[in-house]
């Protein structure tokens, strides 16, 4: 079975010119790699959040792709496919956020 994916627009090539934005072209300096692990930690959600946030399927979807791109730029795409897995969950809701465990326990 195939899918019938609608094409995407393809992504400026590595080296294009970076557009007249300071910021862009702050980040020139850093390394792919770090600047994947600063979105995947912006994107991860805070403690204080979890509970706003953890059936947020937006949310969700792209803290898992933000790992997935750490991972597959560590050459690692044995632990990018399950992250990005999770995010096509997510998305066409697939998957459901656990309950969470502290709920329903009783409090000591």
């Not at 770090?34 to 979807?61: G, S, Y």
């Not at 790992?67 to 697939?94: F, H, M, T």
Request: aromatic share 4%; proline share 14%; hydrophobic share 40%.
């Amino acid at each position: 079975m195939t899918s019938s994916l609608p094409p995407v627009s393809p992504l400026p090539s590595a080296g294009a010119p970076v557009p007249d934005d300071p910021m862009l072209k702050d980040l020139q300096q850093y390394d792919p790699q770090q600047l994947a692990q600063a979105l995947a930690a912006k994107l991860a959600i805070a403690p204080q959040d979890w509970h706003r946030l953890n059936r947020n399927r937006t949310v969700r979807a792209q803290e898992q792709i933000a790992a997935a791109l750490v991972y597959l730029l560590k050459s690692d795409p044995a632990e990018a496919l399950p992250r990005l897995q999770q995010a096509v969950g997510w998305l066409d809701r697939s998957i459901v956020a656990p309950p969470c465990p502290n709920h329903g326990q009783p409090k000591n």
